[in-house]
T-cell receptor, first 109, second 117 residues
Framework: GENVEQHPSTLSVQEGDSAVIKCTYSDSASNYFPWYKQELGKRPQLIIDIRSNVGEKKDQRIAVTLNKTAKHFSLHITETQPEDSAVYFCAEDFNKFYFGSGTKLNVKP | DVKVTQSSRYLVKRTGEKVFLECVQDMDHENMFWYRQDPGLGLRLIYFSYDVKMKEKGDIPEGYSVSREKKERFSLILESASTNQTSMYLC???WGQGAIPLSSPLHFGNGTRLTVT
């Protein structure tokens, strides 16, 4: 959606490297920022989320950071594995969910 | 685990037909959503509902309508299907707080790939 810009649209990394996907949003009232992973032919599934009162959240190899002043949030995947290959969507809520356009991550073995 | 079930995985319809896409969730969620997913455009919200018989327009409601007669079921209706409505349609549900359907994760169905010829 136009409220959320997501970059890059495609990302190719070597197995074991880190991957970073960034999103910017426009409305300062947004307070919830989830990330979804969609494998080929499957439904999007929540992998991590962050609320506006928190600056960073980590879950094993996945972390999300939020900069409210700059209105951007990022997904960080460390020690990437081939099974991380998928399309990743960021989202933010302001009255209704807006999604980014997606990042296709390819992890090369 | 939340289960969101969409009635059809693949659907082929002709231009001008009336099309019904059905979605059922089993977690007593207040909120339900319909998105369409197109390459390079991400997920775009068509309609959502935060209560039975309630509906709100999303970003691209033109050519669509919805029905929510029961809490667990949210139907998307294409009144007169057109080729530009060929897409993947995703239903989702989430826990809500009445008219403030915010800040809780969406649970998606498997999607319905609709082709209009």
């Amino acid at each position: 959606g136009e409220n959320v810009e997501q970059h890059p649209s495609t990302l190719s990394v070597q197995e074991g490297d880190s991957a970073v996907i960034k999103c910017t949003y426009s409305d300062s009232a947004s307070n919830y920022f989830p990330w979804y992973k969609q494998e080929l032919g499957k439904r999007p599934q929540l992998i991590i989320d962050i609320r506006s009162n928190v600056g960073e959240k980590k879950d094993q190899r996945i972390a999300v950071t939020l900069n409210k002043t700059a209105k951007h949030f990022s997904l960080h995947i460390t020690e990437t594995q081939p099974e991380d290959s998928a399309v990743y969507f960021c989202a933010e809520d302001f009255n209704k969910f807006y999604f980014g356009s997606g990042t296709k991550l390819n992890v090369k073995p | 685990d939340v289960k969101v079930t969409q009635s059809s995985r693949y659907l082929v319809k002709r231009t001008g037909e009336k099309v019904f896409l059905e979605c059922v969730q089993d977690m007593d969620h207040e909120n339900m959503f319909w998105y369409r997913q197109d390459p390079g455009l991400g997920l775009r919200l068509i309609y959502f509902s935060y209560d039975v018989k309630m509906k709100e327009k999303g970003d691209i409601p033109e050519g669509y309508s919805v029905s929510r007669e029961k809490k667990e079921r949210f139907s998307l209706i294409l009144e007169s299907a057109s080729t530009n409505q060929t897409s993947m349609y995703l239903c989702a549900s989430s826990w809500g707080q009445g008219a403030i359907p915010l800040s809780s994760p969406l649970h998606f169905g498997n999607g319905t790939r609709l082709t209009v010829t």
